[in-house]
């Protein structure tokens, strides 16, 4: 019987979705196949750690399957509220925390909920790719900065974008760079955005990731940056969460207030039992977090030896995050680069996905097994060296 239900329609996508597809970097790769290696992937190859599994069984089982307050569930809103007092040196608040679904719907909500059609929105590239698709949806406008040769900022081509900018937004550690902003960036950051009078989303997704000597630097202890900073956050990376779709935004009262309001509207509530996990994984996972940390930094050790080994790349060392993101001279765009790659076996991420100057470089993610990163840099080699 012939369904009037698969009858096409007279539609055209909202303008919001057609912004995206005219201007959206993300690319859709073609389903990883069992013979392809695949350093693609920014997902930890880590199991959730048992403790965190068992806490959001026991939650189900103690009957915790009703919608959650909007904003989060009580005892996870205060003890992140704790965590975030700790990183800032100041006292945050519960009303100061969103309990989102994942970074995703943190970074979603955060720019909703500040940008205007026509507002000016300062990216660095390359960069994440889905900041510029939000800022799009938004109606707003992305001015990407180009970094430095080495892939950190140039702060002079910063604070001359962020004149008049409504926005800045940002992730670190990079993806996909690896890159970890010093002390002395964020403190001119902060000294640049006080000036311009910009608002700021500091994405730090992998803020447990750094694999230098020094420190790592939150948005959070800037003094400059407070007040005007939505702190975005997610379980994803840390403790091997991404499937669980939990994160969290911090910042001033009004600013949570107006992200919630469009939080809410697009996905009310994040499951109650996956709250009381998260709550798990903040207090008794911090072992957990170290041991795939240390088993990260050999990985890291691994795929940098095995880069700096290939002739035609160029490796601007990684300090955290897990990516590595090499430059090849080879004159093929990196789409077309990721596509001769497949051909022998190795699915990795063209730079152009991440804006303009990532083009000729590609992206690998050592969150895979040393042999998975081993079997796919001999495959990377075999590819480039096709091309001499």
């Not at 100057?357 to 079997?375: D, F, M, Q, W």
Request: a negative charge.
């Amino acid at each position: 019987m012939h369904s009037q239900q698969n009858e096409t329609t007279d539609f055209t996508a909202a303008e919001a979705v057609l912004r995206i597809e005219r201007t959206s970097l993300r690319v859709q790769q073609p389903a990883t196949t069992a013979e392809m290696i695949s350093l693609a992937v920014g997902e930890p190859d880590f199991a959730t750690p048992p403790r965190i599994i068992q806490a959001a069984a026991d939650a189900l089982t103690q009957g915790l399957t009703h919608y959650s307050p909007q904003r989060g569930e009580k005892p996870l809103c205060e003890a992140l509220a704790k965590r975030v007092s700790a990183q800032s040196g100041v006292d945050v608040s519960a009303n100061e925390i969103l309990v989102t679904h994942g970074g995703t719907g943190g970074l979603s909500a955060a720019i909703l909920s500040i940008v205007n059609p026509g507002d000016r929105v300062v990216i660095p590239d390359p960069t994440y790719s889905l900041y510029a698709d939000l800022v799009n949806m938004a109606g707003g406008i992305c001015v990407p900065v180009p970094s430095r040769d080495d892939l950190h900022w140039d702060m002079a081509a910063l604070a001359e974008a962020m004149q008049g900018a409504r926005l800045f937004v940002f992730c670190n550690p990079s993806n996909p760079t690896g890159i970890v902003h010093s002390r002395e960036e964020m403190q001119a950051l902060g000294d640049i955005v006080k000036e311009s009078n910009t608002l700021v989303i500091a994405d730090e997704a992998y803020s447990d990731l750094v694999f230098t000597d020094k420190p790592f630097t939150s948005a959070l202890e800037i003094p400059a940056l407070r007040g005007r900073t939505l702190y975005c956050q997610t379980f994803s990376k840390s403790y091997a969460m991404t499937g669980w779709r939990i994160g969290y935004l911090a910042g001033p009262a009004k600013m949570i207030a107006a992200a919630a309001r469009v939080h809410n509207s697009v996905n009310s509530s994040v499951n109650t039992a996956v709250q009381y996990a998260a709550l798990t994984a903040l207090e008794e996972c911090e072992s957990d977090v170290r041991a795939m940390h240390a088993v990260y930094a050999e990985r890291r050790a691994l795929m940098i030896a095995g880069l700096n080994d290939i002739p035609g790349l160029t490796l601007n060392e990684p300090e955290g995050a897990f990516y590595c993101f090499p430059s090849y001279r080879a004159q093929v765009s990196s789409v077309e680069m990721v596509g001769i790659l497949r051909s022998f076996g190795i699915a990795v991420r063209p730079g152009s996905e991440f804006g303009a100057a990532g083009e000729s470089h590609i992206r690998l993610s050592y969150a895979a097994s040393k042999e998975v990163i081993a079997e796919g840099l001999v495959r990377l080699k075999q590819g480039l060296a096709s091309l001499s």
